[in-house]
């Protein structure tokens, strides 16, 4: 006589059968593009990631020393393309420089956007850089020379940061200024992409490092070692390192009133000795930027037959 089974013998069936499904390996497969058969794993790239926070960091404060200008740089992305994507990415012309990367045979790349190139050579000769660029051109073998300043300083901080994982010596092999004419890499080769945002002034840009994903691999566990539990938080020794570094950097101080809401009418009948009235009472503090931040607050007063502004007290959020 066949068994009739009970309602919890029928659900450990299907229980089974689910747990079964569950550790079916297919459902577990990752897609692989057998174009890019050197991709990296994505916690190696947020390793790389935090080492080019504190590249960007170091840059910041060496940059600002050089050009004795407030530099501030900041990290975009760290994504992995396909060295022919990356090349597609930057503008042309531009400012490239190949780089040998010692003891490793692969070269990588540095690109700086025309944006920033022209600014600097500006600042460097002489001028202060205060409107902003729009220049489209081949730079000049002059300017280039000029522009190797900055690639030493750059070059310098890369290695220094290189260093926690392996020791680097990147140097420069050679220049170009259209991306499609530099053949360093096979177009579907594997590159790590590093985009940084750079800002002086009222001048950006942005600058481009190309790193070859092959030698990111080869470098995989040196990268476990020194970054899977790091975090990024700078010691007291960065902080005075930072600060010792940008004293002689100029910064912008803005002290304004806010003014009234007035017709058009009004403006267009405005003649020489009018007063225009703010509603801003006498008694109320002034606030005093620097580039571009509230910092504190006071009073702005006259001192040796000119404006100046006394601090009363440091700005609270």
């Known amino acids: 006589m066949d068994r009739v089974l009970?309602?919890?013998?029928?659900?450990?069936?299907?229980?089974?059968?689910?747990?079964?499904?569950?550790?079916?390996?297919?459902?577990?497969?990752?897609?692989?593009?057998?174009?890019?058969?050197?991709?990296?794993?994505?916690?190696?790239?947020?390793?790389?990631h935090l080492l080019h926070e504190n590249f960007a960091r170091s840059l910041a404060s060496s940059l600002s020393a050089y050009l004795r200008a407030y530099v501030a740089v900041n990290l975009v992305s760290v994504e992995q393309l396909s060295f022919m994507e990356f090349s597609q990415c930057l503008p042309s012309p531009t400012c490239l420089a190949s780089l040998e990367m010692k003891p490793f045979e692969s070269n990588a790349v540095l690109e700086i956007n025309p944006g920033l190139v022209f600014p600097i050579i500006e600042m460097l000769l002489g001028g202060n850089a205060r409107t902003p660029l729009k220049i489209s051109r081949e730079i000049t073998e002059i300017e280039q020379s000029v522009m190797d300043g900055i690639f030493r300083i750059t070059l310098q901080d890369l290695k220094t940061s290189w260093h926690a994982v392996t020791p680097l010596e990147f140097a420069i092999a050679s220049h170009e200024t259209e991306p499609q004419l530099l053949h360093i890499l096979s177009p579907n080769e594997a590159v790590v992409a590093v985009s940084i945002e750079v800002r002086i002034g009222e001048n950006s840009g942005m600058m481009n490092i190309g790193i070859p994903s092959i030698v990111i691999k080869m470098l995989r566990n040196k990268f476990d070692q020194q970054w899977s539990l790091r975090k990024s938080k700078s010691t007291e020794q960065d902080q005075d390192r930072v600060l010792r570094l940008i004293r002689p950097a100029h910064v912008h101080v803005d002290g304004r009133l806010a003014g009234p809401t007035v017709r058009v009418a009004d403006v267009m009948d405005l003649q020489e000795?009018?007063?225009?009235?703010?509603?801003?009472?006498?008694?109320?503090?002034?606030?005093?930027?620097?580039?571009?931040?509230?910092?504190?607050?006071?009073?702005?007063?006259?001192?040796?037959?000119?404006?100046?502004?006394?601090?009363?007290e440091p700005y609270k959020v």
Not at 22 to 35: G, I, Q, S, T, V
């Open 6 to 48: 009970s309602q919890e013998e029928i659900d450990d069936v299907f229980r089974n059968l689910r747990d079964d499904a569950d550790d079916d390996p297919a459902k577990h497969a990752l897609p692989y593009d057998f174009r890019r058969p050197d991709r990296i794993a994505k916690d190696q790239l947020r390793a790389i």
């Open 273 to 312: 000795d009018d007063v225009l009235t703010f509603d801003y009472p006498v008694g109320r503090f002034v606030d005093l930027s620097i580039n571009g931040k509230l910092k504190y607050r006071g009073h702005i007063v006259t001192t040796g037959g000119k404006r100046a502004f006394q601090i009363e």
